[in-house]
């Protein structure tokens, strides 16, 4: 089946513009994860939705970051008037969610803020 | 703070032998544990995982140790070989506050032929 994807896989942006990143996860996974990794960093938590509850934004860096996940599938991570520092890959997740844990990463998207 | 950690940025083992991964952590109420390896430009693949009710759990040539009393896990690769060469992160999650998982800093392997 497929896999989850990501759009766009590389986006180059002006500082100070706004961005929007996709993510599709596996159908049926109720579980689905944002991530950010910055050259030569780990992984850095942002966001985790699990089906209806309400989202954990505890690693959202600031507000200029916001997600949503519309009809518990589809998620859109924002990035408002953008910095230099936000510069990283962007990788999202999904689980099943329904007491195992392991997550099914997207390639990710690039994301270039000159 | 970080509650998982990976102390060593890169292994260097030659092929054929044993690749050791080490992770640290510091939440007592992680019960699950996973390793994922990650090659360049792709997102990290789910390689190992092991509950804390198991000290080991072995999936072909890769074995996962838990040490609870320690709070430390390893990753063993046997017998190492080239197409191993990627990042690995270590990861730990807890059935309280739902499925958020905490990853390590990872650590590079490299294995030579």
């Known amino acids: 089946g497929a896999g989850v994807s990501q759009s766009p896989s590389n986006k180059v942006t002006e500082k100070g513009k706004d961005v929007e990143l996709r993510c599709d996860p596996i159908s049926g996974h109720t579980a689905l994860y944002w991530y950010r990794q910055s050259l030569g960093q780990g992984l850095e938590f942002l966001i985790y939705f699990q089906g209806n509850s309400a989202p954990d934004k505890s690693g959202l860096p600031s507000d200029r970051f916001s997600a949503e996940r519309t009809g518990g599938s589809v998620s859109t991570l924002t990035i408002q008037r953008t910095q230099q520092e936000d510069s990283a890959v962007y990788l999202c997740a999904s689980s099943p969610g329904t007491g195992r844990y392991e997550q099914y990463f997207g390639p990710g998207t690039r994301l270039t803020v000159t | 703070d970080q509650q998982v950690k990976q102390n060593s940025p890169s292994l260097s083992v030659q092929e054929g032998r044993i690749s050791i991964l080490n992770c640290d952590y510091t939440?007592?109420?992680?019960?699950?544990f996973l390793w994922y390896k990650k090659y360049p430009a792709e997102g990290p693949t789910f390689l190992i995982s092991?509950?804390?009710?198991?000290d080991k759990n072995e999936d072909g040539r890769f074995t996962v140790f838990l040490n609870k009393s320690a709070k430390h896990l390893s990753l063993h690769i046997v017998p190492s070989q080239p197409g191993d060469s990627a990042v690995y992160f270590c990861?730990?999650?807890?059935?309280?506050?739902?499925?958020?998982?905490?990853f390590g800093a990872g650590t590079r392997l490299f294995v030579k032929a």
């Open positions: 092991i509950s804390s009710i198991k």
């Open positions: 990861a730990a999650s807890a059935n309280t506050g739902g499925f958020k998982t905490i």
């Open positions: 939440n007592s109420m992680f019960d699950y």
